[in-house]
């Protein structure tokens, strides 16, 4: 995984992850690169986590008013499967 931030927007297309978000499939951007800085990060508890997470993706994702905490919810098991499995 590059550390390197997307030069441009079709290189960050590039970078498009799919989740489920409210049982919907949802492309997030720069989802792993994300998910990798916040684990380097180590903000603690889950709450900070979950916190990290969303500014992070917020930067390059748009995330409507009415959905935040299913986004949280979502990107929060991103993450533990991610810390799990390493």
């Known amino acids: 995984m590059s550390n390197d931030k ?3 927007a079709a290189e960050a297309l590039r970078r498009i992850r799919q989740i489920p978000i409210n049982g919907i499939m949802t492309g997030i951007t720069m989802l792993d690169e994300s998910i990798a800085e916040v684990k380097e990060q180590n903000p603690g508890n889950d709450a ?3 916190e990290a997470l969303m500014k992070k993706i917020r930067i390059y994702n748009y995330v409507p008013p009415g959905v935040e ?3 949280a919810r ?3 098991e991103e993450y533990k499967k991610t810390v799990t499995k390493k």
Request: with cysteine; hydrophobic share 60%; charged share 10%.
């Open 74 to 76: 979502a990107l929060m």
């Open 69 to 71: 905490a299913a986004y």
């Open 6 to 8: 997307p030069c441009c």
């Open 48 to 50: 900070a986590v979950r």
